[in-house]
């Protein structure tokens, strides 16, 4: 079974603290085997952190 995690940050810190966190949750599912997805919602730290998935705040925001 895979689990999947979403992570939103809506700031600077959010996105390194973000980031650190997708390292080391995929440093653990790779030791332990799981089968991880995760979903970021934040900036380009999070983005090179390597989530599955991944967008920036201003890309879901409409146009006015």
Same mark, same amino acid.
């Given at each position: /079974?895979?689990?999947? %995690?979403?992570?939103?940050? &809506? +700031?600077?810190? &959010?996105?390194?603290? &973000?980031?650190?966190?997708? +390292? ?12 991880? +997805? %995760?979903? $970021?919602?934040?900036?380009?730290? /999070? $983005?090179? $952190? ?15």
């Amino acid at each position: /079974m895979k689990t999947r %995690i979403f992570l939103s940050t &809506g +700031e600077v810190s &959010g996105d390194y603290h &973000g980031a650190a966190l997708i +390292e080391a949750l995929q440093a653990a599912a790779g030791r332990r085997h799981w089968q991880l +997805e %995760i979903w $970021a919602l934040g900036g380009d730290r /999070m $983005a090179a $952190a390597g989530p599955a998935s991944w967008a920036t705040p201003c890309t879901l925001a409409p146009s006015v």
